[in-house]
C-alpha cells in the first residue's frame, strides 16, 4: 500500500490484497448503460467478441426507442494486428446513413493495446458525416474500476456542444436526471426555481437535446463526482463557470456556496434554509463532541470518500485506511487539505471481503465507513453510503450524521464499546 500523499493516480492505488477474485466492474458496462439512457445519442461498441457480448446483457437491443442506434463491432483476428480504422470508418459511414444524430464510441481494451489512433479517425471521418461522433477510451488496464465509464462518458459529451448565447436565468445541474424521484430533491433546487431561475438537469436520464442545448447556461451546479470533469470541460470550452455542491458537507462551506450563488443572481434567501442549517449545525456541534479522537477506515461503496474524509478528520477523527475506487483529478486538493490536518492515511482497493478483514482488525479502527458483509463486522459500521448520491447541502449533513451517531447509540445499547477495536469509549 501506499500512503495518500503518494498517490497521484488511479495507478498508485495498489490492492489491498492479492486476492482479488470478485474483480471490479469494467469500465465498458457503466458505459454501455448511460449511453442506453440518453435519449437520441448512438453508441458503438468496439471490441473483442467477449467484450461486445458483456455489453449486451446492460443494453440489449440494437436499437433504442427513438431510433437510437447501438451497434456492436467485433474485432477480427487481422484487425488484432493490423487495426481496425477501415472498418470503423466504413462503419461509422453505415450508422450516418441509418440516421444516427451523434455517436458515441465505446473504446475497449484490444483497440487501445494496439495504438489504434480513435482520435484520428473521428478527424479523418467527421467531414463527411451529419451525425456528430465522439469517443470514450475504456481499456480497463488504464481504467481499474468501473467510475471512468461514467465520468469519461459525460465528459465525452462536451464535444457534441457548440457555443449558445447566454441565458441569464438558465442553470444546468450536472448530476441529476429530468424527472429523477428515486434520490429526494435537494431543497436548493427547488428554492432556484421559486427565484424564478429556470433549471436543466443532465445525467443519464436526459436528452442529447439537452446535452446540446447546455452551452446557452451561465452557471452548472454539480451534485455528482461522475459529472464534475464536464463542468470542468464547459468552463475551459464554453466559460460556463460551476460550483461543486456534491463535495461539501461542512454547514459554514455550504454556508459559502449559497452565499455565492445568491450573490450571482442577486438574489435573497431570507430564512428558506434556516430551519435546515440550524438542524445541519446543531448535528455537526454534536458529532464533533462524539467523534472527537475516533479513528476510522473508508471500505468500498462510499459516494465521494475523500472530501467526506477531509469532513470526518475536521471534527476530531483519524483517518487510518482509506478504501478510493477513483483517484479524481480535483482528489489533489483534499489530499493536501487531510496532509495540513496532520494525517497521510494508507490508500488501498479492497475487493475481498473475507481476505481484507484480517487487515482491517489488525488496524482496530473504532468506527469503519461503508461496506462488509454482515458476516464479517465485529468492527462498528456505519453501512453504505451510496444513498447519499445526488443530494447535496444541509439536509444531506444530517442524515449522514444522524446515521452516524446512530450506530453509536447501537453500540452503547449493546455495551460494545471500549477498546476491542479502537481506542475510543463510547
Known amino acids: 500500500m501506499k500512503r495518500l500523499s503518494a498517490v497521484k493516480s488511479n495507478t498508485g492505488i495498489k490492492f489491498l490484497t492479492p486476492a482479488v477474485s470478485p474483480g471490479n466492474h469494467c469500465p465498458m458496462r457503466i458505459a454501455s448503460v448511460n449511453v442506453k439512457n440518453i435519449r437520441g445519442l448512438s453508441s458503438l461498441l468496439v471490441g473483442m467478441p467477449e467484450c461486445t457480448t458483456h455489453s449486451r ?79 470514450v ?25 457548440a457555443t449558445k448565447t447566454p441565458d441569464s436565468s438558465r442553470v444546468n445541474v450536472l448530476g441529476r436526471a429530468p424527472g429523477e424521484e428515486h434520490i429526494p430533491l435537494p431543497s436548493l433546487l427547488p428554492a432556484l426555481a421559486g427565484q424564478g431561475l429556470e433549471l436543466r438537469y443532465l445525467a443519464p436520464g436526459a436528452s442529447l437535446e439537452d446535452f446540446q442545448s447546455a452551452p446557452d447556461a451561465v452557471l452548472n451546479l454539480v451534485v455528482s463526482p461522475f459529472m464534475q470533469p464536464l463542468a470542468a470541460r464547459m468552463e475551459r470550452e464554453f466559460g460556463i463557470p460551476y460550483i461543486a455542491l456534491h463535495t461539501l458537507y461542512a454547514v459554514e462551506s455550504i454556508d459559502k456556496a449559497y452565499a455565492a450563488l445568491a450573490e450571482h443572481f442577486g438574489l435573497a434567501w431570507g430564512d428558506a434554509f434556516a430551519q435546515e442549517r440550524q438542524e445541519a449545525l446543531a448535528w455537526q456541534n454534536q458529532a464533533a463532541a462524539r467523534l472527537k479522537g475516533l479513528r476510522y477506515v473508508f471500505c468500498p461503496r462510499i459516494d465521494i470518500p ?36 496532520g494525517h497521510n492515511p494508507w490508500v488501498c482497493r479492497m475487493v475481498n471481503a473475507q481476505a481484507d478483514l484480517p487487515v482491517l482488525k489488525k488496524l482496530a479502527p473504532d468506527l469503519c465507513f461503508g461496506y462488509l458483509p454482515a458476516a464479517h463486522q465485529p468492527i462498528p459500521c456505519v453501512p453504505e453510503l451510496l444513498d447519499f448520491y445526488g443530494q447535496v447541502g444541509y439536509a444531506r449533513t444530517s442524515h449522514l450524521l444522524k446515521r452516524i451517531l446512530g450506530v453509536m447509540n447501537e453500540m452503547d445499547a449493546a455495551g460494545k464499546g471500549g477498546t476491542a477495536y479502537g481506542s475510543a469509549s463510547f
Not at 488484432?80 to 450516418?96: K, Q, S, Y
Not at 481504467?143 to 459525460?154: A, E, L
Open 306 to 341: 475523500l472530501p467526506l474524509a477531509v469532513y470526518l478528520t475536521g471534527l476530531g477523527m483519524e483517518p487510518l485506511l482509506l478504501h478510493l475506487e477513483e483517484y479524481y483529478l480535483e482528489d489533489r486538493d483534499y489530499t493536501r487539505e487531510l496532509n495540513t490536518l
Open 57 to 135: 446483457l446492460f443494453n440489449p437491443r440494437p436499437e433504442g426507442p427513438q431510433g437510437e442506434l447501438h451497434w456492436l463491432y467485433v474485432l477480427d483476428a487481422q484487425e488484432v494486428v493490423f487495426g481496425c480504422r477501415n472498418g470503423l470508418i466504413a462503419a461509422l459511414r453505415t450508422m450516418d446513413k441509418a440516421g444516427a444524430k451523434a455517436i458515441l464510441l465505446i473504446v475497449t481494451c484490444v483497440p487501445e493495446l494496439i495504438g489504434e489512433d480513435i482520435q484520428a479517425i473521428v478527424r479523418e471521418v467527421q467531414p463527411e458525416l451529419s451525425a456528430r461522433v465522439t469517443f
Open 137 to 161: 477510451l475504456l481499456g480497463q488496464f488504464k481504467n481499474i474500476s468501473y467510475p471512468p465509464g461514467s465520468w469519461k462518458t459525460m465528459e465525452a459529451m462536451g464535444t457534441l456542444m
